[in-house]
């Protein structure tokens, strides 16, 4: 057999990931805030994009009457919204209905202001200050005339963990500062005199001493019962009598004003930023019935191709080089503004689809959420999983029940005993908390005795499924709650 060099023509299909595919795929999965940071950047790079300014036509106008009811009809609808309002009446500009601040135009909820820019609720929280940064201010002015102490409180602070705690032993950070022992602890202890109280301390029990001293309620009862925090975490309240020397009536009392004090001063000061959430969708239910899916255009990136500017530049006969760039830019700028119209689509059907499967919850509750997975979703509109995946990563959709992330809606099924209609995980979750909050003290529910209440309701689920998701919830279990209950009917 001989062997030969051939030259062959064959036809084939394939798919191929373009750059712009690329760029489609990541647009689709962006939550808002990404793609508002790539569409501005993609704005400084591209000359021939611009926003369209002229895409809300009523943009720096008053609402109406008829507009501000349209649009805040998901609020008006919330769950005990009349009563809430009311308590922020203080914080209202004089003369404003809250409708008229809370909402700023068609689209809805998200709007941090009124439309004429009086009020906004971001500008009025308060500024955030680290908790090093808050010590740091005080130990400055603490230790004004004292450089050598200044500086042992200094380096104390950056012993300090996130809750407040001193994380290294004063022997070890004497030794490491070359500072007399008996120096570092006068320094802890004028630390320890700071606002808030309870920071730089080294064990909870002190941590607990400092705000107790504060309130001058650390006296010798109160401080062997914080010797013995281990005794009373187990609920050992007959020998915590004996060894405070009071009645049970004594300790109850102390144990409430344990309670009360804050056992990680410092996490105040650790918590993330207060987020606004702007959902991308809205639900509203329609005047004749049934449910309006709407997307919101505030959220909405709007762009628009400046194919004059592009005339303009090509006619004065540019370079080669500034030819090119001129093309690209064009063909970068068309595609982007088809993948932002295709997305905001893609988005809506998928949210469309939601909704209509999962009208039972926008009626009646959790209670009666469906089961729905991804390729229930992507059989219906006819799409790949991937891109309903995609469609549903980090977007959120205002319902008259409250504002809910995508994902909530996708849930496992749990089969019926009787081989009806198989019910969603959340829903049994939610019958599952149900049964533990009606449950009575004297008749604390077990697994078995759960899994036996859901099967005599037509919901199939094995006694490890229950813990799971008992354990999800953060729910204890049956001797857990029992010796709760028993704690709390006792006090």
Same mark, same amino acid.
């Given at each position: 057999?001989?062997?030969?060099?051939?030259?062959?023509?064959?036809?084939?299909?394939?798919?191929?990931?373009?750059?712009?595919?690329?760029?489609?795929?990541?647009?689709?999965?962006?939550?808002?805030?990404?793609?508002?940071?790539?569409?501005?950047?993609?704005?400084?790079?591209?000359?021939?994009?611009?926003?369209?300014?002229?895409?809300?036509?009523?943009?720096?106008?008053?609402?109406?009457?008829?507009?501000?009811?349209?649009?805040?009809?998901?609020?008006?609808?919330?769950?005990?919204?009349?009563?809430?309002?009311?308590?922020?009446?203080?914080?209202?500009?004089?003369?404003?209905?809250?409708?008229?601040?809370?909402?700023?135009?068609?689209?809805?909820?998200?709007?941090?202001?009124?439309?004429?820019?009086?009020?906004?609720?971001?500008?009025? +929280?308060?500024?955030?200050?680290?908790? !090093?940064?808050?010590?740091?201010?005080?130990?400055?002015?603490?230790?004004?005339?004292?450089?050598?102490?200044?500086?042992?409180?200094?380096?104390?602070?950056?012993?300090?963990?996130?809750?407040?705690?001193?994380?290294?032993?004063?022997?070890?950070?004497?030794?490491?500062?070359?500072? !007399?022992?008996?120096?570092?602890?006068?320094?802890?202890?004028?630390?320890?005199?700071?606002?808030?109280?309870?920071?730089?301390?080294?064990?909870?029990?002190?941590?607990?001493?400092?705000?107790?001293?504060?309130?001058?309620?650390?006296?010798?009862?109160?401080?062997?019962?914080?010797?013995?925090?281990?005794? +009373?975490?187990?609920?050992?309240?007959?020998?915590?009598?004996?060894?405070?020397?009071?009645?049970?009536?004594? +300790?109850?009392?102390?144990?409430?004003?344990?309670?009360?004090?804050?056992?990680?001063?410092?996490?105040?000061?650790?918590?993330?930023?207060?987020?606004?959430?702007?959902?991308?969708?809205?639900?509203?239910?329609?005047?004749?019935?049934?449910?309006?899916?709407?997307?919101?255009?505030?959220?909405?990136?709007?762009?628009?191709?400046?194919?004059?500017?592009?005339?303009?530049?090509?006619?004065?006969?540019?370079?080669?080089?500034?030819?090119?760039?001129?093309?690209?830019?064009?063909?970068?700028?068309?595609?982007?503004?088809?993948?932002?119209?295709?997305?905001?689509?893609?988005?809506?059907?998928?949210?469309?689809?939601?909704?209509?499967?999962?009208?039972?919850?926008?009626?009646?509750?959790?209670?009666?959420?469906? !089961?729905?997975?991804?390729?229930?979703?992507?059989?219906?509109?006819?799409?790949?999983?991937?891109?309903?995946?995609?469609?549903?990563?980090?977007?959120?959709?205002?319902?008259?029940?409250?504002?809910?992330?995508?994902?909530?809606?996708?849930?496992?099924?749990?089969?019926?005993?009787?081989?009806?209609?198989?019910?969603?995980?959340?829903?049994?979750?939610?019958?599952?908390?149900?049964?533990?909050?009606?449950? !009575?003290?004297?008749?604390?529910?077990?697994?078995?005795?759960?899994?036996?209440?859901?099967?005599?309701?037509?919901?199939?689920?094995?006694?490890?499924?229950?813990?799971?998701?008992?354990?999800?919830?953060?729910?204890?279990?049956?001797?857990?709650?029992?010796?709760?209950?028993?704690?709390?009917?006792?006090?």
């Amino acid at each position: 057999m001989a062997l030969s060099a051939k030259l062959q023509v064959r036809q084939s299909q394939a798919l191929v990931i373009t750059p712009q595919l690329m760029q489609a795929i990541r647009l689709l999965q962006m939550s808002g805030l990404e793609l508002e940071r790539f569409v501005s950047a993609e704005l400084e790079a591209n000359p021939l994009l611009a926003e369209d300014e002229e895409a809300d036509p009523a943009a720096g106008e008053e609402p109406s009457d008829a507009e501000l009811s349209a649009s805040g009809a998901v609020l008006d609808q919330a769950d005990e919204v009349a009563d809430i309002e009311p308590e922020f009446a203080g914080f209202l500009p004089d003369g404003s209905e809250p409708a008229a601040w809370m909402v700023s135009g068609p689209s809805g909820l998200g709007a941090p202001s009124r439309p004429d820019g009086e009020f906004e609720l971001d500008l009025n +929280l308060a500024a955030d200050e680290s908790l !090093p940064e808050l010590l740091e201010r005080r130990i400055d002015a603490a230790f004004a005339h004292a450089p050598a102490e200044r500086m042992i409180a200094q380096s104390l602070l950056a012993s300090l963990d996130e809750a407040g705690y001193l994380m290294v032993t004063l022997d070890s950070l004497a030794a490491r500062l070359g500072a !007399p022992a008996d120096a570092v602890e006068r320094v802890l202890l004028r630390c320890q005199e700071l606002a808030p109280t309870g920071l730089f301390a080294r064990s909870l029990a002190e941590c607990l001493a400092l705000q107790l001293a504060e309130r001058n309620r650390l006296d010798p009862a109160m401080q062997a019962l914080l010797h013995n925090l281990e005794r +009373l975490a187990a609920g050992e309240r007959a020998g915590l009598c004996a060894i405070c020397g009071v009645d049970r009536a004594d +300790l109850d009392d102390m144990i409430g004003e344990i309670r009360a004090l804050d056992p990680k001063p410092g996490l105040a000061f650790s918590a993330e930023p207060i987020q606004v959430v702007v959902p991308d969708v809205f639900v509203r239910r329609a005047p004749g019935g049934g449910w309006i899916v709407e997307l919101n255009e505030a959220a909405l990136p709007r762009l628009i191709v400046n194919r004059i500017y592009h005339a303009q530049l090509s006619s004065r006969s540019p370079r080669d080089g500034e030819k090119r760039f001129l093309t690209d830019c064009l063909q970068k700028a068309s595609w982007l503004e088809k993948s932002l119209d295709q997305r905001a689509r893609t988005v809506l059907n998928v949210a469309s689809e939601i909704v209509r499967r999962q009208e039972g919850f926008l009626e009646d509750g959790v209670a009666y959420l469906r !089961p729905l997975n991804l390729r229930m979703v992507a059989d219906a509109l006819g799409i790949h999983e991937s891109t309903v995946s995609r469609a549903a990563a980090n977007k959120s959709i205002a319902t008259p029940r409250g504002i809910f992330e995508f994902r909530y809606f996708f849930t496992g099924s749990i089969p019926a005993s009787a081989g009806g209609e198989a019910h969603s995980a959340e829903s049994v979750k939610h019958r599952i908390r149900q049964l533990v909050q009606t449950e !009575p003290a004297e008749a604390v529910l077990s697994d078995d005795a759960i899994v036996a209440l859901l099967s005599r309701e037509g919901i199939e689920i094995a006694r490890r499924t229950v813990a799971k998701y008992r354990e999800a919830m953060r729910i204890g279990s049956s001797v857990e709650r029992r010796r709760d209950k028993r704690l709390r009917a006792a006090s």
